[in-house]
């Protein structure tokens, strides 16, 4: 067992400190990344308190609350780095992958040292599909934001209905990786997917 706080401490600092000497978009992306991981540490607790009072096993736990968690911390977290540096198009999906990096880089930290680094490809599995994950269902929230923005209906209900699109690529992953076999295959391709997709869709908006 780890103290994921001490973890915490000892990445959070240097990022607090590099805000005296950075400004703008760097400021932004890494304040972002911090508050990634300080989100990633607090739906850890709220599905740990949800776990022990509902009785729900850790597998269920895993697909039926934490993506419903975890997307919902994340999307807090974005609204209050929209708040704090405004609205715009660019800052919304730089802020999105800021705090998906800094909340996939906590857990996958968390993970490593509670569980060891003996096994290449299961390291690999969490760099390029677990921690790929977080990043990719945020940037899909941001631009579903940028969307609302656009046509005006930035309002509680659309974003409660553009926080379903990360919840379904989050609860879909974990409950095809819950299980051996092509699922999981399926599973662990998807993040990957999903960013070859997005960045798809970076290149026709620019035409």
Known sequence: MINAENVLICIAVPFAISFIFTKGSARQLAS?????????????????FIQLTSGYSAEDTSIFLSPIIEESMKLLLILFCIYLYGPS??????????????????ENCCILLSSGSQQLTYM??????????????????AKGLQLLKMYKAFFFIGIVGMLSI??????????????????????????????ILLYMTNIVKKR
């Open 166 to 195: 990360p919840v379904t690529i989050h609860g879909l992953y974990n409950l095809l990786v819950s299980q051996p076999g092509v699922s999981s295959y399926i599973g662990y391709a998807m993040p990957m997917l999903c960013v």
């Open 89 to 106: 198009g660019k800052r919304i999906e730089l802020l999105a992958v800021g705090i998906g990096t800094g909340f996939a880089t906590f």
């Open 32 to 48: 972002a990344f911090l508050a990634g991981m300080i989100g990633c540490i607090f739906s850890a607790y709220v599905a740990g």
């Open 124 to 141: 690999l599995v969490r760099g390029s599909a677990v921690g790929v994950m977080h990043i990719v269902t945020l940037v899909a929230l």
